[in-house]
C-alpha cells in the first residue's frame, strides 16, 4: 500500500504562479495524497486561487505569517501523512512524481530522505537540470 503524503504548499504574492503550482499537484493522480496550502494573507488574488482548489485540499488559510518556515511549521501541525514534503507555490511536479516518492517509501521503510533533480525553465521555456 502507498503511503500517505503530506504536501505542504506556503505561498505569498504568488498569484501569478500558484495556479499552475496547484494544477501540477493535483494532476499527479496520487491516490493517498493531503495537499495544504499555507498563504501568508497575499493580496494578489492568490486566496481566490486557492478557495478554488478548496475541495481538493486538505486545509487551507490565508493569513498573517511569519515567513515560510512559520507556514511551513503551520501545515506540519495539521499533517496525519507517513511521508511529508513542501512545493513552494512557484515551483511545478512533474508528472509521476507523487507515485514515485510513495513507491520508494513503500519499498524501503526505512528511507528517511529522499530528493530528485530539479529542473530550471527559463523564461524563453527551455528547460535544464539543475
Not at 513507491?103 to 521555456?125: N, Q, S
Amino acid at each position: 500500500m502507498l503511503p500517505r503524503i503530506t504536501l505542504i504548499t506556503p505561498s505569498f504574492l504568488q498569484a501569478a504562479f500558484l495556479e499552475e503550482c496547484l494544477r501540477s499537484v493535483h494532476d499527479q493522480g496520487y491516490p493517498n495524497l493531503e495537499h495544504m496550502v499555507v498563504d501568508g494573507g497575499s493580496t494578489d488574488g492568490s486566496a481566490a486561487i486557492i478557495a478554488s482548489y478548496a475541495e481538493k485540499l486538505a486545509w487551507w488559510c490565508s493569513e498573517h505569517d511569519r515567513g515560510q518556515s512559520h507556514a511551513l511549521n503551520k501545515g506540519l501541525a495539521r499533517a496525519t501523512g507517513e511521508v511529508f514534503g513542501w512545493i513552494n507555490s512557484d515551483d511545478l511536479l512533474l508528472p509521476g512524481s507523487l507515485q514515485r516518492v510513495g513507491e520508494a517509501f513503500r519499498d524501503d521503510p526505512g528511507l528517511v530522505v529522499l530528493t530528485g533533480v530539479r529542473r530550471l525553465r527559463r523564461p524563453d521555456g527551455t528547460e535544464v537540470p539543475m
